[in-house]
């Protein structure tokens, strides 16, 4: 009711398998998932959605844990909020990813924006933010939408370290609702995509204390 006073249609799924139906049948803009579903469970409802779109999906949980947080994460969600919370504050979320869809892949890159980033030459890893893909030689690297937003932040630096607090505000467009952990976990779903070894990362490093850095070639 809250968002439907905001302007926002909303379809109502009640279980989990219902909820991927419907995305199947009829793609929504953006996805609420609240954790404890009938069924299947919220963690398992977001990950068969990854399967089928990158739309963007806030977990709702009363769970505010930090491991039941990062499970949502890595599940694929981009965002969570922690019940109890008040309608605007959902609303909120939903507006900072619409902006943040406004820059998607495909989008008008910043003017910053070099045209190709050359992550390694030897693996061929080549980041176009204007075409909105990142390639692997000639294979297509598929990042979800945060993903590639995090990825060009760090390339659009030039080798500076971005603090997560930093990358929180232009990934996420949160200000005052975001949280480090956001990054933290997204970091870690994008190394499993573009390393060659996650655990020992070549291309996005941290500093410890500092935040993060795209390494030069």
Same mark, same amino acid.
């Given at each position: 009711?809250?968002?439907e006073?905001?302007g ?6 009640a279980? *989990?398998?219902?909820?991927? $139906?419907?995305?199947s049948?009829?793609?929504?803009? &953006?996805? =609420?998932v609240?954790? @404890?579903?009938?069924g @299947? ?6 990950r068969?959605?990854?399967?089928l779109?990158?739309i963007?999906?806030?977990?709702i949980s009363a ?5 039941d947080v990062?499970? *949502?994460?890595?599940?694929g $969600?981009?965002?969570?909020v922690?019940k109890?919370f008040?309608?605007?504050?959902v609303v909120?979320?939903?507006r900072? =990813?619409?902006r943040r869809?406004d820059?998607?892949p495909?989008?008008a890159?910043a003017a910053t924006?070099p045209?190709?980033?050359l992550?390694?030459?030897?693996d061929?890893l ?8 990142l390639?692997r *030689?000639?294979?297509?690297? #598929?990042?979800t939408?945060?993903e &590639?937003? =995090?990825?060009?932040e760090l ?7 971005v ?5 929180l505000?232009?990934?996420w467009?949160h200000? &005052?609702?975001g949280?480090?952990?956001l990054?933290?976990v #997204?970091?870690r ?6 390393e060659?070894e996650p655990a ?9 204390g500092l935040?993060?850095r795209?390494?030069?070639p």
């Amino acid at each position: 009711m809250g968002l439907e006073d905001e302007g926002y249609a909303v379809v109502e799924a009640a279980t *989990g398998e219902s909820a991927v $139906a419907s995305m199947s049948a009829a793609p929504a803009d &953006f996805m =609420l998932v609240d954790v @404890m579903l009938g069924g @299947m469970n919220g963690l398992t409802c977001i990950r068969a959605v990854r399967e089928l779109s990158d739309i963007p999906i806030v977990v709702i949980s009363a769970r505010t844990d930090t491991d039941d947080v990062i499970a *949502g994460l890595e599940a694929g $969600a981009d965002d969570y909020v922690t019940k109890p919370f008040m309608v605007r504050e959902v609303v909120a979320r939903l507006r900072a =990813l619409r902006r943040r869809l406004d820059r998607r892949p495909g989008a008008a890159p910043a003017a910053t924006a070099p045209p190709l980033v050359l992550i390694d030459p030897v693996d061929g890893l080549v980041l176009s933010p204007e075409e909105g893909v990142l390639r692997r *030689g000639d294979l297509r690297v #598929h990042l979800t939408t945060t993903e &590639f937003r =995090l990825l060009c932040e760090l390339a659009e630096a030039g080798g500076r370290v971005v603090s997560r607090q930093e990358l929180l505000e232009r990934v996420w467009d949160h200000g &005052f609702y975001g949280d480090e952990r956001l990054v933290d976990v #997204h970091v870690r779903r994008l190394r499993l995509k573009i390393e060659p070894e996650p655990a020992t990362p070549r291309y996005v490093v941290t500093e410890r204390g500092l935040g993060y850095r795209l390494a030069p070639p």
